[in-house]
């Protein structure tokens, strides 16, 4: 390896021991519940999922799971949400 790459691997493992560093504004995931698989993800502020729980009240387990996988990834705004009140 020449010296450059050496440098950028070492980085690289510094900046793995700091998460704090990156934010997640996009992410996408195919989830694999008991019942059945959901793409589930979040576009900027808003978290969506195709499961019927989160049709009916905007939150559900699939989307709380990423919320505490990827916590420390995550502006506050999008980390905690609610779950909408039936009407
Ligand atoms: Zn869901």
């Known amino acids: 390896m020449n010296s450059a790459l050496i440098s950028m691997v070492e980085k690289a ?5 700091e998460p704090e560093r990156i934010t997640i504004h996009d992410v996408e995931v ?3 519940g008991n ?12 978290w969506h999922c ?3 729980h989160f049709k009916a009240h905007a939150l559900c387990a699939h ?3 990423l919320q505490r996988v990827f916590g420390t990834h995550l502006r506050d705004e999008v ?3 609610q779950e ?4």
């Open 50 to 52: 195709e499961c019927d």
């Open 13 to 17: 493992k510094r900046y793995a021991n």
């Open 79 to 81: 980390r905690y949400t």
């Open 35 to 46: 019942n059945a698989t959901h793409r589930v993800g979040l576009r900027g502020d808003e």
């Open 63 to 65: 989307v709380m799971t």
């Open 30 to 32: 195919e989830f694999r």
């Open 84 to 87: 909408r009140a039936t009407a």
